[in-house]
């Protein structure tokens, strides 16, 4: 059986680390469905559009050319050419990819590439509607249900590391607006799947939220043999 495991969430719950330590333990391949959108989002801001003009961005997306590619078993996401992987992951994108996923040009352009990938199997995808829209037949779903604080708390530590300015207060601000943008947009918003499973990290340590995890897939796995 090819396992398809869907990790949906808020940002900055630590969905992306998870997928990717359940992809490694599991020996699936890990699939960022964000950085899809957060390139979309890079492009238009490139292009100088304005972060709330859909007209112009659904435009654009014929010369977008996003794609993932893997180098030693890791993703890297490009738009056309160039490895942008670093650069989609400042404060000003992540707001720019909230905003281009409420688009519904840009989320048809990109559905089927992320329906592909799913319809293969083996695979960890994790994002905000993974459970709900793009792998429904998920063997197993996770929806991740960690503390605001703690969110802004990882995320602000991951840009310091990075070297990317800002303070804690405009990454709790940031991550308050986009997580209504994203639970209230017409289009696909962020809710649970009817059949995910909760899973809360807010106390957690990386470690103990995959091994959290794996019980839970491992539980749920057994039950449908």
Do not use: H, W
């Amino acid at each position: 059986m090819k396992l398809k495991i869907a990790i949906d969430g808020p940002s900055g719950s630590g969905k992306s680390t998870l997928a990717k330590n359940i992809a490694k333990a599991l020996g699936l391949v890990y699939v960022d469905t964000g950085a899809l959108y957060r390139t979309v989002g890079l492009y238009a801001s490139r292009c100088g559009i304005a972060i709330d003009d859909a007209a112009k961005v659904a435009a654009l997306l014929d010369g977008a050319r996003v794609s993932l590619r893997y180098s030693d078993g890791t993703q890297r996401v490009y738009l056309g050419d160039e490895d942008v992987t670093e650069l989609i992951r400042t404060p000003e994108i992540s707001m720019y990819a909230s905003a281009v996923s409420k688009v519904p040009a840009v989320r048809k352009y990109l559905l089927e590439v992320q329906k592909k990938m799913a319809s293969e199997g083996g695979v960890v995808m994790d994002g905000r509607d993974i459970g709900t829209v793009i792998m429904p037949d998920a063997d197993v779903k996770l929806f991740m249900d960690t503390d605001m604080q703690t969110r802004a708390q990882r995320r602000y530590e991951e840009m310091s590391q990075k070297g990317i300015e800002s303070t804690r207060e405009e990454v709790l601000r940031d991550m308050a607006k986009r997580d209504k943008n994203d639970s209230e947009r017409d289009i696909s918003p962020l809710t649970p799947a009817d059949d995910a499973i909760f899973l809360d990290n807010s106390r957690m340590e990386p470690e103990e939220t995959l091994a959290a995890a794996l019980k839970i897939i491992n539980d749920r796995l057994s039950r449908s043999i």
